[in-house]
């Protein structure tokens, strides 16, 4: 069982980059890794791994492919089958923003990624409740630089480190959908 400190993790993204990042818990209770493994003209794949403390790094959580010019591909939970990105994450309605989707977690439950919905985050994850689930910031106007950190900060409460991995998926997912205007 793990400590219960009653805040949530706040997972520092180290490049603030999509082409991979280091996402490590400010209280070193969480280390996720997302990392290019192949880039070509046809698709370009990534995987998520746990990197801590006790854990097997060389073992991916999560394994995502996009396709050919940027477009979406499929996402791979663990050992499962491979999913269309586009299936994993859908948008609310056909005629929906591809900036707000909804997925289902591991645990059975909706959540839904939305973009600029909350002051301060740029990307929102609620659950079927509209209970806060996690959020993505952005560095602060202003903030200083400091090394080895872009200021850009994932944050998941504390209930949710179960679900850790499929956040930073799915948040992957629609960074990439926002970066490239899908």
């Known amino acids: ?16 980059k999509l082409t991979g990042s280091d996402f490590v818990d400010m209280n070193d209770r969480l280390r996720l890794c997302l990392r290019c493994t192949a880039q070509t003209p046809t698709h370009t794949a990534y995987m998520i791994h746990n990197a801590t403390n006790g ?11 996009f396709g050919p010019n940027n477009s ?17 994450l859908t948008k609310l309605s056909p005629l929906g923003s591809s ?4 997925f289902t977690g591991s645990d059975g439950q909706e959540y839904r990624w939305s973009w600029r919905s909350t002051k301060g985050h740029e ?3 609620t659950n079927r409740s509209q209970y806060l689930v996690a959020f993505y910031s952005l560095k602060v106007a202003g ?9 850009c900060m994932l944050t998941i409460d504390e209930a949710y480190p179960h679900l850790a ?4 998926a799915s948040l992957t997912i629609m960074r990439h959908i ?5």
Do not use: F
Request: glycine share 10%.
């Open 143 to 151: 903030e200083p630089d400091y090394l080895g950190s872009s200021g």
């Open 165 to 168: 991995a499929e956040i930073l």
């Open 99 to 102: 900036l707000t989707r909804r």
């Open 72 to 88: 979406l591909g499929t996402i791979t939970i663990r050992s499962g089958a491979p999913v269309p990105m586009d299936q994993y």
């Open 55 to 65: 854990h097997d790094p060389s073992n991916p959580l999560i394994a995502l492919a």
């Open 123 to 125: 990307w929102t994850c």
């Open 178 to 182: 926002a970066a490239h205007g899908l």
């Open 1 to 16: 069982m793990s400590t219960v400190y009653g805040m949530p993790y706040l997972l520092e993204d180290k490049t603030g």
